[in-house]
């Protein structure tokens, strides 16, 4: 099969599965299917990637005796929060029942957090005790970065990076061979990816959902937004450094509460119910 006619073929499948196909229409928050340009990086590699990239992260924390035990009672509160959040993933990306997710609380003072592909999170006290988040602000945030993993944001600039430095006729010839290495010149230092301004806008919109499902309040999104804009004192804090601002994302986040307390509501009556 030739160059041209492989690239034609993509190019087709970008306009039949693309990000502006029509969503399905479900209980909760709507976001379309992700773009089809992911599909150029394996999946598979970039998780093992990351995984590689994480276990790095942990050793360098650790030797800094940064890397907070796993009876670490914030260690332990941060992996209820995900434990409640992580049966819900699958609804935003089916691969994530075969991820071997992990969290973990490094002691350092940025204002940050990061889910890697394959469901390897990180978050930073400067971020969880620095603002002195609660449950359902930290379950907010998980959920946030828990939703560019599941709708692979990475994959995806990854992805339209290689594209646009290789163009088309070579991208057709590492498809029609099968290589793929060059595309993983891009996919080093995951942790430090940049997110365009829409990718964040539909991180925040699936995890108010993932919260809610969990039995978080979608609401603390409001009052995680206004304690970063507090915090934004000259420069702001390196999580927000590609985000919309704080106004913006107060409003965005707020037109999204009708879709998600119904469900925050139903799982707390459930969990009431249990409890009794």
Not at 84 to 89: H, K
Not at 163 to 192: C, H, I, P, W
Request: proline share 6%; aromatic share 6%.
């Amino acid at each position: 099969m030739t160059a041209r006619r492989l690239i034609a073929l993509f190019l087709f499948g970008l306009a039949s599965t693309g990000t502006l196909a029509a969503p399905e229409q479900h209980e909760g928050v709507v976001v379309g299917k992700p773009s089809a340009v992911r599909k150029l990086v394996p999946a598979e590699g970039l998780e093992r990637q990351a995984t590689q990239e994480f276990s790095q992260l942990k050793q360098q924390a650790a030797a800094k005796k940064a890397l907070a035990p796993d009876d670490h009672p914030q260690t332990r509160r941060l992996r209820q929060i995900a434990n409640r959040i992580i049966p819900y993933a699958a609804r935003f990306n089916p691969r994530a029942q075969q991820w071997q997710w992990e969290v973990i609380l490094i002691g350092a003072p940025p204002v940050n957090a990061f889910c890697m592909p394959g469901g390897k999170i990180a978050v930073f006290s400067g971020l969880l005790l620095g603002l002195q988040l609660t449950d359902d602000e930290a379950a907010v945030v998980m959920g946030h970065e828990i939703a560019h993993a599941l709708r692979e944001h990475a994959r995806e600039r990854i992805a339209k990076s290689e594209l646009t430095r290789l163009g088309a006729n070579l991208l057709g010839e590492f498809v029609g061979r099968g290589k793929y290495t060059g595309l993983f010149d891009m996919g080093g230092q995951l942790m430090s990816l940049k997110f365009s301004r829409d990718d964040e806008t539909e991180a925040d919109t699936v995890g108010l959902e993932l919260a809610a499902r969990a039995g978080y309040d979608p609401r603390a999104g409001v009052t995680l937004w206004n304690k970063m804009m507090a915090a934004n004192k000259g420069a702001p804090p390196q999580w927000l450094s590609t985000h919309p601002s704080g106004n913006n994302r107060i409003r965005e986040i707020e037109s999204h509460l009708p879709e998600v307390m119904p469900l925050y509501e139903r799982a707390r009556l459930s969990a009431q119910s249990q409890s009794r």
